[in-house]
């Protein structure tokens, strides 16, 4: 009879300890994520002078703003911005017929990263400079 109690004691406490996962464990769980989005690496590789501003809109989407200065020459403004937050959880505990622990432990991870380019044409539409700024904090 006693070994029937200390395998279920033995059971229950295998279970409760590969339940436990620490707060920096959850930290080192974290991942990123893989952005689908336009990136400086990409700007730099794809965007030369003399583009068209069609080979631009294929390579980088649409911008967020179009404007045209006295010259009829135009500019284009791509500003992304993203934050990145992660958070991961767990809880468990243990509980025996007159007492028991519980707990909770996790992590949070945040990201902010902006990427500002800017695009100017010249009046036959083709790329005559480009410039950007990117920034992770």
């Not at 920096?24 to 769980?29: D, P």
């Not at 631009?56 to 010259?71: F, H, I, Y």
């Not at 028991?100 to 432990?105: A, D, I, T």
């Amino acid at each position: 009879m006693f070994a029937k109690y200390l395998s279920l004691f033995v059971f229950i406490l295998a279970i409760s300890l590969t339940a436990c996962t620490t707060a920096r464990e959850h930290k080192q769980n974290l991942g990123t994520t893989q952005e689908n989005e336009m990136t400086l690496g990409q700007v730099q590789k794809e965007i030369h002078k003399g583009m068209s501003g069609a080979e631009v809109a294929e390579a980088l989407g649409s911008p967020n703003q179009v404007t045209k200065d006295e010259n009829e020459d135009e500019t284009w403004i791509y500003d992304k911005i993203a934050t990145e937050v992660t958070y991961d959880q767990s809880s468990g505990g243990w509980f025996l017929i007159l007492g028991g622990e519980s707990y909770r432990s996790g992590a949070i991870s945040s990201k902010q990263k902006t990427l500002t380019v800017v695009i100017k044409f010249d009046v036959n539409k083709k790329v005559k400079a480009f410039s950007y700024h990117s920034s992770q904090y």
